[in-house]
């Protein structure tokens, strides 16, 4: 088989960092920790194991963080490498051992990536994998598996970019007929969002800043309006286009990120009510603003207008993978009561009043379609041989108008 792997090298991890910024192809290059290349395929690791094949598989921030070294070193014990990256896929499977159940060869599956203790031998399982809760689960480091919280940055088990993987039954997710292709391989990031989004109960007066121009910014936009919410929902980004295709998406407001603190934020207290006060030093500080923001990026400067532009007693949920943040300034989570929430991946959900794991939720309203099309946010598609524009792609989102770039693994060229 052929996968897009990341091995991560010391001596190559020194040189990017060194020099990176002038020549960003150390990082995914010919030379760089990545590669694609010939891989043994992999083994059923139990007889109740199925084998995929890979159709579609998106390229994420978390990718990208990975390649350009920008993950928390608290991060490290909970991956191992090399790995065959790729943690938003849509399958086909291709073979089933002895004892597995549950799905058919030939069916299209979602996969669900992560690899909680039931399926690394632990017993018994840590709390919150015992209360059905496995995206909390504290032994991802442990058992009969490399260490990793999902496919994709994990080492025996190949993720969605190569052309074989293998998985349990119970990661997978039958895609529904009338479901597309291109909305298949986004039901990850749609469950990431949708996770968030369930996290604070909405009202309908509610105003709602959603930070970001990427795929996560979207598929929250995406979910507020697919569960049927009519809050009031403004996007804060950097790029006409993004602002374009959040109306579509169901967003009342958009405007873009500006380069003066000041002019921002009286921007924010002219949408809101808010009231800007001016320091001796410093930024301007507000009073009023929204009552939740979800913060989509997860860099200093998304996180301090996160912070910034929440009215007090407000909500702010940190959706964007948020590392080691410098200069950032807390001051108005004590000061205004802020809750600060933190979102990762995805679990079981109460709606409606049914219990229903992420993935299935997404499935039903795509299903039903209730909520705009997502499908739109695939902008770009690439065989796994030119996995390099597909990088650049992201790199490069003003010049493509890219938001989500996907492999498309049935394709050679």
Known sequence: MKGLVFELSIPKYVLAKGMGGMYPKLHYGRGSCLSLRELAAPTLPGPDWVRLRPLLTGLCGSDMGTLFFKMSPQSEPFNSFPAVLGHEVLAEVTELGPQARGVEVGQKVVVNPLLPCRLRGIQPPCKPCAAGQENGCEHTAEGCLAPGQMLGFQKDLPGGMGTEMVAHPSQLHPLPQGVGDKAGVLVEPLAVSLHAVLKVPLKDE????????????????WAIRALGSRCHVTLLAAEDYQLRLAKQLGADEAFRVMRDDTA????????????????????????????VTFDCIGSAASVQDSLRYTRSLGKVVLVGAAGILERVDWTTVWRNELTLLGSYVYGPESFRGVRQHTFDLVLELLARREGPDPSMLVTHTFPLARYQEAIEANLARARYQSVKTVFDLTVNA
Do not use: H, N, S, W
């Open 206 to 221: 509610d105003r709602v800043l959603v930070i970001g121009g990427g795929p996560v910014a979207f598929a929250c936009l």
């Open 264 to 291: 921002e934020a009286e921007e924010v207290a002219r949408r809101t009510g808010a009231k800007v006060y001016r320091p001796i030093l410093g930024p301007p500080a507000l009073t009023g603003g929204y009552e």
